[in-house]
């Protein structure tokens, strides 16, 4: 085995930190936190020219033939910089599930993803069906679409909706214009933008479904277990803000004459976070290779534990940096507290610890090693 | 990046799977299926049988008797023998004193001992700990005074496992106490049948006697066992902490009880919740994935020469922790089937009539080989800069 990210992997990443550090502060998030739209043209171009946008995708799609691994860094950045961007959920999600339908239609779709010209978000969730994301409570009858999606993470400004619906218990994936139905945006916990759309008896044409059956139950399945990664991925990058931070603190803010980090107990929970942080990043470079398998038990054994590890420690790790951080780590004017918001947000995306032990526990078994 | 064995290593893993399946001693197998300790005859029984493979000091050197296999082969041939329910070998020979030798002692030294370590022949103990050195290792009080010809060893040794088994112990002794603690510290081989050695057992929570006290009256020691020079003693002992620690995590065995649980559940009787259990195992399970994986690339640093330094102390706090809540699930999976303590008939099911044992024993796997709370305290200071 060899766990070294291939030069090109760090490249891309030092390139996002950079460019991060760059154009991005704590300053900006929170005025974006504010703003319905959080996508600054100048810097939503410049992530285009840095590649970003055909970064995740095939060469035969259009794309630059990144891996999952080289895209999980780009995130991780996104995440250390709590930059609230909505790069995952307009570029990646959309497509990648356009990918992996991988129709002329879809592909032809995909193409404007990676131009920076298509507005596209997924709406995969309603709360009847909660991560049941293979039975949506949503019903296409005929040519009629009608129920409701969400937690619809549409950065604020999507024109189209990729979205699921039961026809006759048949699953299908559909891209329906934002117009046709009944939108409002809120605020998420991560500071994101999220939607709850209504379709109500939305008039359907041949166009608008992009797949069926087993195709479209496939497509979702692998675009689940890449956006789980992902979600590591953003997590990672918060609770190694996280630490950071909060032993730099430990080193500086001192109680009683002399630093907290001179204290054993606060040395005891920065290095129980160091070794959290230390087993995630393994959790994280094991997802990041193996949820893009082609081999679905592999890629559901890998996303699944990884989510289910990461929405224990890495919201450990958060609860932890707020402790050592005392009062100060509960304001809202330190960033302290707004990583902890973006990991807790990103435990409950897309499966939440409960959801993923209880699907690992129905996996097959497989020997140690394999 | 890669996650994978590669071809030979898949087809050595299989080779040592069918070795395991076709040589692990039924006796030992019988031991290990119901989570019963092999006791002194049978564990040497086995070690010798991989001292004859070769295959007993794994990480030595070639030259002194290594099979010349790559940390990742080693954590392979840990995995089968761990699944195939064979029992960890006894590190004080192996791990411990038998790098120190080779790394520190005379040639003689070399000659003398490390043969009988390579074959399983000669068991060792470790005289390290004392009733008020324990964490506080280095103020450890057991003198060694220079005669003419011989050391003269008087003092007291406490927790020292195996003591009973062994042929010899390697000690730490106090040979100068005018200087400062760590530096009058000496590294002394001790023949266990010399005159003076008093060993008195001690009885642990899980009903078994691994544990000794050793006394020492006036215990002659010739001077030819004292390893490198004397004061050497405490960089002796802290070469063996960074000594290669790439099992330390016992990420094979967890395995192995991980397996057993299943076993358990899946034939335990009707009132158990089996969704419940298979949750709870679930959780048990990605948690030693974390370890592994964590395991796996100090595994793979090393084969490329770029071993783990203090970082592994995470693995063994981590390690143990998890031993731990899998021992502690079994017994409380087994809720009233783990009531039993020596009673012949099987209760509903044999693995959970014995999981106490296994569970008491445990208790102390966070306690030695350095606490983990010392082992924290090391990570704070060394990696955390606090």
Redesign the interface.
Known sequence: MEFNLPENTTLIADTARRYLKDNYSFEIYRQHLEQQNHVDASRWSAMQELGWFGLPFAESSGGFDGTLLDVAMVVRELGAALCLDPYVDTVVAPGKLLEYIGSDATLAMLSDVIDGRAKLACALYDYHAGYQVLTPSMKLNGKRLSGQKNFVPDGGFADTLLTTALADGELVVLAVPVAACETTRHRALDGGRIANVLFDEVEITDGMILARGKKAEQALSMLLAYLQALDCARMYGAAGALYQRTLEYAKTRKQFGVAIGSFQIIQHYLVDMFIDLQQLESMLLMVAVKAESEDASRRERASTAAKAYYADKAVRIAQQAIQIHGGVGVTEELDIGHYFRLVTHCSLTHGDRAHHIKRFAGLDEVHPGE | ?????TQEELEF?QSIRDWMQANVPDDIKRCSAVGEMTGKELQQKWERLLGEQGWLALTWPKQYGGPGWTA?QRY?FD?ERA?AGAPPTSPFGVAMVGPVLYTFGSQEQKDRWLPGIVSGGTLWCQGYSEPNAGSDLASLKTRAERKEDHYLVNGQKIWTTQAHWADMMFCLVRTDSTVKQQKGISFLLIDMKTPGIEVRPIYSIDGHHHLNEVYFTDVRVPLENLVGQEGMGWTIAKFLLTHERTTIAGV?DS?HEISRLKKAVAEAPGFLDR?QA??R???L???L??????N??T???TD?GKPFGP?SS?LK??GTELQQKVSQAMVELGGMMSLTWDNPETVGSDIFNRATRRYNFLRACTIYGGSN?IQ??V??KM????
């Open positions: 990046m890669n996650l994978e064995f893993q990742t392979i995995l699944m094979a395995h969704s298979r949750q195992i679930a959780e399970e990605i948690e994935m974390a370890l592994e994986y964590t796996f690339r595994v793979a640093a490329e970082e995470g706090i981590k709370e924290k305290n990570l704070a990696l955390l800069g606090l």
